[in-house]
């Protein structure tokens, strides 16, 4: 059977954070709360010229370089961040880009669950026609209300991946299981610009949808446990990553080794929550950090989209995948950045969005290539340099 997947794989975060011990320090809290309780370092922050389009930008350009993009006929963009209600936001990366015009492009929602559902759209349409290839983006900026549990659990970034046939990276296995369920944990009104959210309800509902979704992906012909070699679940902060994984090994009467879940974690703690992109975020952190030739080995991927959509599948690693990686590039981007202090964190989470077709000029700030450059009669201006 012809194996479909993820041919290349690249995420993108801007340059500015706050360390969370600087909001802990900031905010009389003890700093071990967060970097041993939920289990993070960082929250990557966007300048006022970069969104989720930018950022989806910089990514996506790692990924078609050197590549037929004439292939691409689909990009599909996964994002809970929308800047606009009507327009995909990939369209304006597709002009970015500057791919052919012979392009279908959408956008797609369900909180953290959307890149996925992309990813397996994806999936079937280069089954369906084999010559072409599909451009997947995840692109987030997780933003909570100032003062609130969720704060820490911030945090902005995107992926990008090609899918096709033959993929060089990861074969995605046909078996996948779904569990799906209204409820209310986590859901942003049209009107706010931050999310409605009960966190104690929303880490029992997502590790009830784990058990739910690997229920479903065992009576669908999925592996066993101890076959899978790594797990990368999404990661709103790692330690949720790490209940998860307690309680599958749990469901599975099988020992909890730290060492299969921990090189997906390493990337996460420094970017913080970054929705629909966060499983590939952990992906590739995996795929980057994992000290063992993973050649041939399936490894086993959770998403967790509130309100609420889950779903575990399987990726099998492809031969020579270390040359299909960009190690050296993610990780000087999540080098070379410039913390924050509390109170230029502050100054930038406050700076209000432009509303009603106010005329807005976005200061250069942005390290990348890509840049949101004003806002004019309620459109959108972006350049690249
Ligand atoms: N040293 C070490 N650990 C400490 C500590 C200290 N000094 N102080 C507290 N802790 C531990 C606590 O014991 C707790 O650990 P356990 O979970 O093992 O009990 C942990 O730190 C968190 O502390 P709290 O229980 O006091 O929780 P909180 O009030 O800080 O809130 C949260 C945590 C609910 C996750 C909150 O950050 C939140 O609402 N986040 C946003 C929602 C979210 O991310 N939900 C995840 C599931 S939904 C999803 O995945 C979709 C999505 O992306 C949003």
Same mark, same amino acid.
């Not at 290349?8 to 801007?14: C, E, G, L, M, N």
């Given at each position: 059977?012809?194996? *479909?997947?993820?041919?290349?794989? $690249?995420?993108?975060?801007?340059?500015?954070?706050?360390?969370?011990?600087?909001?802990?320090?900031?905010?009389?809290?003890?700093?071990?709360?967060?970097?041993?309780?939920?289990?993070?370092?960082?929250?990557?922050?966007?300048?006022?010229?970069?969104?989720?389009?930018?950022?989806?930008?910089?990514?996506? %350009? #790692? *990924?078609?370089?050197?590549?037929?993009?004439?292939?691409?006929?689909?990009?599909? !963009?996964?994002?809970?961040?929308?800047?606009?209600?009507?327009?995909?936001?990939? *369209?304006? *990366?597709?002009?970015?880009?500057?791919?052919? @015009?012979?392009? @279908?492009?959408?956008?797609?929602?369900?909180?953290?669950?959307?890149?996925?559902?992309?990813?397996?759209?994806?999936?079937?349409?280069?089954?369906?026609?084999?010559?072409?290839?599909?451009?997947?983006?995840?692109?987030?900026?997780?933003?909570?209300?100032?003062?609130?549990?969720?704060?820490?659990? /911030?945090?902005?970034? %995107?992926?990008?991946?090609?899918?096709?046939?033959?993929?060089?990276l990861l074969a995605i296995e046909p078996a996948s299981g779904c569990h799906s369920e209204d409820i209310m944990d986590f859901w942003r009104p049209n009107y706010r610009k931050t999310p409605l959210v009960d966190g104690k309800f929303s880490t029992i509902k997502y590790l009830g949808a784990l058990s739910g979704a690997w229920e479903d992906y065992?009576?669908?012909?999925?592996?066993?446990?101890?076959?899978?070699?790594? !797990?990368?679940?999404?990661?709103?902060?790692?330690?949720?990553?790490?209940?998860?994984?307690?309680?599958?090994? $749990?469901?599975?009467?099988? /020992?909890?080794?730290?060492?299969?879940?921990?090189? &997906?974690?390493?990337?996460?703690?420094?970017?913080?929550?970054?929705?629909?992109?966060?499983?590939?975020? $952990?992906? =590739?952190?995996?795929?980057?950090?994992?000290?063992?030739?993973?050649?041939?080995?399936?490894? &086993?991927? !959770? $998403?967790?989209?509130?309100?609420?959509?889950?779903? !575990?599948?399987?990726?099998?690693?492809?031969?020579?995948?270390?040359?299909?990686?960009? #190690?050296?590039?993610? /990780?000087?981007?999540? #080098?070379?950045?410039?913390?924050?202090?509390?109170?230029?964190?502050?100054?930038?989470?406050?700076?209000?969005?432009?509303?009603?077709?106010?005329?807005? =000029?976005?200061?250069?700030?942005?390290?990348?290539?890509?840049?949101?450059?004003?806002?004019?009669?309620?459109?959108?201006?972006?350049?690249?340099?």
């Open positions: 059977m012809t194996q *479909v997947g993820i041919d290349k794989i $690249s995420f993108y975060v801007p340059e500015h954070y706050v360390a969370l011990s600087t909001l802990a320090e900031a905010q009389g809290i003890d700093p071990d709360k967060f970097s041993r309780g939920i289990g993070q370092n960082k929250i990557a922050m966007p300048t006022h010229d970069e969104d989720v389009v930018t950022l989806a930008a910089e990514a996506a %350009a #790692k *990924v078609i370089a050197d590549e037929d993009v004439d292939a691409i006929d689909t990009i599909l !963009f996964a994002t809970e961040t929308g800047i606009d209600q009507s327009k995909a936001a990939g *369209v304006y *990366v597709h002009e970015l880009l500057k791919l052919s @015009r012979r392009c @279908r492009v959408v956008e797609l929602k369900h909180a953290c669950y959307s890149g996925t559902a992309a990813l397996q759209l994806a999936c079937g349409h280069v089954t369906r026609k084999p010559d072409r290839k599909v451009l997947v983006i995840a692109s987030d900026i997780s933003r909570y209300d100032l003062d609130s549990p969720a704060e820490a659990t /911030q945090g902005c970034g %995107a992926v990008a991946m090609l899918v096709s046939i033959d993929p060089k065992q009576e669908n012909g999925g592996r066993g446990f101890n076959e899978l070699a790594q !797990f990368c679940y999404h990661l709103p902060f790692t330690r949720m990553g790490a209940k998860a994984h307690r309680q599958l090994s $749990s469901i599975n009467k099988a /020992q909890n080794d730290p060492s299969v879940i921990e090189p &997906g974690m390493i990337y996460n703690r420094e970017v913080g929550n970054c929705y629909a992109a966060s499983l590939y975020v $952990s992906l =590739i952190s995996m795929l980057e950090n994992a000290d063992h030739d993973l050649t041939g080995l399936p490894v &086993g991927l !959770f $998403s967790y989209g509130s309100g609420a959509v889950a779903e !575990f599948f399987a990726a099998t690693v492809q031969n020579r995948y270390r040359e299909r990686l960009m #190690k050296v590039h993610h /990780q000087g981007l999540l #080098k070379n950045r410039t913390a924050l202090t509390f109170d230029q964190y502050r100054d930038m989470w406050n700076v209000p969005d432009p509303q009603d077709g106010v005329a807005c =000029i976005m200061p250069n700030a942005a390290r990348g290539r890509y840049r949101l450059t004003r806002i004019d009669e309620h459109k959108r201006h972006y350049e690249a340099a």
